[in-house]
């Protein structure tokens, strides 16, 4: 049964319990795709922007669209087209007969949650607006900003395969993303149960939380406990894009032209919180860090020519670097260590 929205959850325990509900109503609806369910979650309780990229027809629409429903606020999808413009998003100044004065007339991207379909189909103008709308969460109409309203959230996908009336994102534009997710194909037994279960009345997800218990969770992901040594870990996997000689990885100097920005640090801080909220703890692990590196940082890598033209996955170069840079380990106490050595020992199984 769905959680009452209006409840506001006080421990990390219930926070992961009513998170894992939201979760659960989204997978009603979409077959498989885990990670990217997962993912959305991460985004929203991170404060950041996400981008689904994929090709035709793997849910990636059908998945924003049920979480919105899941999450509730106010929705609007947003078709991005090559002849777009600004004010098509934004808003315009109208011209008001009656009160001879011009009117601000907002546009579609003042609610909650915003999903920018194929964004990559946008021109260059609507891609700027796009970046202070992303960037500073707020409008300049005629001499006036308007912030948009929190929580805020813009979820964009794009196609990989088109080359026609597409404009590629800008790197900066891309760097405003917390979370870049590659959705794949689903797999065989996911393929038969989407025909199963979409041949028939298609199943919808029941509203779970509201905009002030997002809030609420929202702040309980900031106030996660980050330890020093996994504050540390991610400093270094962020400088071993920068500098991989460093860091044992002299053949990536080549293939990494250039490295993740600042915004990749606090992004694997903010993500690496709310996975750890997801998952009950108000602490982060090196795990979770390491759950979110790839689609926190492979958008914000610039590959070299050579690496472009050799086909080089910066999937991979995230891959080694998450192998090569190392791990915080516990350090236990005398105490510690007894316990853990008589709950070892005390193993069924076990001599």
């Known amino acids: 049964m769905p959680t009452e929205p209006s409840a506001l959850p006080q421990t990390v325990g219930e926070a992961a319990k009513l998170l894992g509900v939201a979760i659960s109503q989204v997978q009603r609806v979409i077959v498989g795709q885990e990670h990217m369910v997962q993912q959305l979650m991460v985004s929203l309780l991170a404060k950041g922007h996400c981008l689904l990229e994929g090709v035709p027809g793997v849910a990636k629409t059908l998945a924003v669209r049920s979480f919105a429903d899941v999450v509730g606020g106010d929705f609007a999808r947003v078709q991005f087209t090559p002849d777009l413009v600004p004010s098509d998003i934004v808003g315009t100044r109208i011209y008001s007969a009656k009160s001879e004065t011009f009117e601000t007339e907002l546009g579609p991207v003042f609610v909650n949650f915003v999903l920018a379909d194929e964004i990559n189909r946008a021109p260059a103008k609507v891609q700027s607006a796009m970046l202070e709308l992303m960037a500073e969460k707020q409008v300049s109409l005629g001499g006036r900003t308007y912030p948009a309203p929190k929580p805020f959230i813009v979820i964009a996908t794009q196609n990989p395969i088109e080359s026609e009336g597409v404009y590629p994102l800008p790197e900066a534009q891309r760097d405003r993303f917390l979370l870049k997710v590659d959705v794949p194909y689903p797999r065989g037994n996911e393929e038969l149960e989407i025909l199963r279960r979409m041949s028939v009345s298609a199943p919808t997800a029941d509203r779970v939380l509201n905009p002030e218990v997002v809030r609420h969770l929202q702040d309980m992901a900031s106030n996660v406990f980050v330890h020093n040594l996994v504050a540390e870990y991610i400093v270094r996997l962020v400088l071993a894009t920068r500098e991989p000689t460093d860091f044992g990885m002299p053949d ?17 801080v903010s993500a690496s919180r709310a996975l750890a909220l997801i998952n009950g703890r108000d602490y982060v692990l090196p795990t979770d860090v390491q759950a979110v590196a790839k689609d926190v940082m492979t958008h914000r890598l610039v590959l070299g020519f050579d690496a472009v033209a050799d086909n080089v996955d910066p999937l991979d170069v995230v891959d080694r670097i998450l192998a090569m840079v190392p791990a915080p380990t516990p350090v236990w106490s005398d105490q510690q260590r007894a316990q853990a050595r008589q709950q070892h020992a005390h193993e069924p199984g076990r001599a």
């Open 252 to 268: 990536l100097e080549n293939v990494i032209q250039i490295g993740c920005s600042p915004r990749a640090t606090l992004g694997l």
